[in-house]
C-alpha cells in the first residue's frame, strides 16, 4: 500500500486508557476469575485497537499490542500510529501511568470507568459517572424510542430465576447493574450450556440487577458506529454486520452493500444526541438490527471503541478495492512473528491487520497471541475462504 490510510475520524486530544479489570472484583466467583483473566487480555487489546485510530494522542497501551513486531505488521498495511506510547506489562502498571498522567494535567479519554480512586477523581473527557449511567443496558429506555426496543423488565436474580421458569419462550437474561459493562448475556434457550449454565447459577455475584428480554430472531444485525465531535455534534459513520455469535462476545463483522434502514440510523442519532446533551463526547455505537418479521430492534449500547469500530473507520482501505471487507480474529502461538506469514497477503492488498496482540510480551502468560484484521475479496464467501488460508498459513 502506498501510504497512510485516511479516513473519517474523531480526534481527541487527551490520553487514551483502557481499564484493566480489578482483582478484588473477582476474588470471589470461580465465573468472575476465569472472566478477570479473559478481560485482561480483552481490555488490553481494546487498548491495542487504539494504535490504528489516526490521532496523535498520547496511548496508554499494553505492551502485548505495541511490541515492534506488531507496530512492523500495523506500519505494513499502511496505518500510523501515535508517536507517544506508554507501555504497560500489568494492569498496575497502566493505573502508574494514567495516574502519572493526570498528575501532569493531561486529560484522560477512559474507557471504562476506572475503580482506581485517584483516576475517578482526574480530569477525563468523560466523567466515570457518565460512562457508567451511558454503558449501563439500562439507559436504552432514555435514548431510544420505545418502538425500537424489545419487551424487556428489570429484575433481581430471584426474580429472573422465577420468570424464566415459568416463561418458557426463549430469552436474554443482561446484567443491568451499577458497573458491568461487560458482554454477559445469557440465552434461556442454552442453559443446557455450561458456561451459560454456570453464569446463571452465579447471577448475584455478576449483578444485583438483571433485564430479562425477549430473544429476537434477528435476520441481521449491525454495529452502527457514531462519533460526538469536541462541539457536541453528532456523525454517523456507517455501520458493519455482526458476523453470527456462538455467545454474546463480539467475533467480527462485515462491510458490504447489507447497510441498516434509514429509519433506524434515524431513530438512534436521536439517541446519540441525547447523550451529547449529557455531555459524552467520542465514539460510540449500538448493536442493532431487523427481525425476520422486519422488525427494527435496538439491543445494546456501547458508548466508547467498539470491536467494529476500527473497521468502519478503515473501510476505504479495503472496499475500494474490494466489493466486501470482513474483519474477524486469527490465533497462532505466542512470541511468533506474524509479519513473514502475513506480508504477501498485505502485499497483495487482501488484508489489513489492526492488532496483533501477544500475551507473551506482557505479565498474563503465554496464551495464544490474537490478531484482529480484515480481508477484502469479492464477496463473504470469498471472504471466508481467504479467512481460512490465512489461519491456516499461521498456524502451520
Known amino acids: 500500500m502506498d501510504g497512510p490510510i485516511q479516513v473519517q475520524i474523531f480526534s481527541p486530544d487527551g490520553v487514551v486508557l483502557a481499564r484493566p479489570p480489578s482483582p478484588v472484583a473477582t476474588a470471589d466467583s470461580r465465573y468472575l476469575t476465569a472472566a478477570g483473566v479473559g478481560l485482561n487480555n480483552g481490555l488490553d487489546m481494546v487498548t491495542g485497537l487504539h494504535l490504528t485510530l489516526p490521532h496523535q494522542a498520547a496511548t ?24 507517544d506510547l506508554r507501555e504497560f506489562r500489568s494492569g498496575a502498571q497502566a493505573v502508574q501511568l494514567a495516574r502519572a498522567a493526570a498528575d501532569r494535567g493531561e486529560l484522560l479519554e477512559l474507557q471504562f470507568p476506572p475503580q482506581d480512586p485517584q483516576l475517578r477523581a482526574a480530569p477525563a473527557r468523560n466523567s466515570p459517572e457518565l460512562l457508567t449511567r451511558l454503558n449501563n443496558k439500562t439507559v436504552l429506555e432514555t435514548l431510544i424510542a420505545p418502538e425500537y426496543l424489545p419487551r424487556r423488565q428489570v429484575a433481581t436474580p430471584a426474580e429472573v430465576r422465577r420468570i424464566v421458569q415459568q416463561d418458557r419462550r426463549p430469552a436474554v437474561v443482561k446484567p443491568a447493574g451499577a458497573e458491568v459493562y461487560s458482554g454477559i448475556a445469557i440465552f434461556t434457550r442454552r442453559l443446557q450450556d455450561r458456561l451459560n449454565r454456570s453464569m446463571f447459577q452465579q447471577m448475584e455475584q455478576v449483578s444485583d440487577r438483571w433485564i430479562v428480554e425477549e430473544e429476537i430472531p434477528f435476520r441481521t444485525v449491525w454495529g452502527i458506529q457514531f462519533a460526538v465531535t469536541a462541539s457536541g455534534s453528532v456523525e454517523y459513520l456507517g455501520s458493519s454486520v455482526h458476523l453470527p ?4 462476545t463480539w467475533t467480527g463483522c462485515v462491510l458490504d452493500d447489507d447497510q441498516p434502514p434509514t429509519e433506524l440510523v434515524e431513530a438512534l442519532t436521536v439517541g446519540v444526541r441525547k447523550a451529547s446533551a449529557l455531555g459524552y463526547r467520542g465514539y460510540c455505537s449500538f448493536d442493532a438490527g431487523i427481525s425476520r418479521a422486519g422488525e427494527l430492534r435496538v439491543i445494546d449500547p456501547n458508548f466508547r471503541v467498539s470491536g467494529a469500530t476500527t473497521s468502519v473507520l478503515h473501510r476505504s482501505s479495503l472496499l475500494g478495492q474490494h466489493p466486501c471487507a470482513m474483519t474477524t ?29 501477544d500475551p507473551a510480551m506482557t505479565d498474563n502468560g503465554l496464551f495464544p497471541a490474537t490478531i484482529l484484521g480484515m480481508v477484502g475479496a469479492s464477496g463473504r464467501d470469498s471472504c471466508g475462504v481467504l479467512i481460512a488460508q490465512i489461519q491456516r498459513a499461521l498456524s502451520s
Open 245 to 248: 455469535q456462538p455467545t454474546s
Open 60 to 83: 496508554i497501551c499494553s505492551t502485548g499490542a505495541s511490541a515492534d513486531k506488531s507496530l512492523r505488521l500495523l506500519s505494513r498495511c499502511g496505518l500510523k500510529v501515535p508517536s
Open 329 to 357: 480474529f486469527f490465533t497462532l502461538a505466542p512470541g511468533v512473528d506474524a509479519e513473514p506469514v502475513l506480508a504477501p497477503f498485505i502485499d497483495r492488498g487482501q488484508l489489513v491487520v489492526f492488532m496483533h496482540y
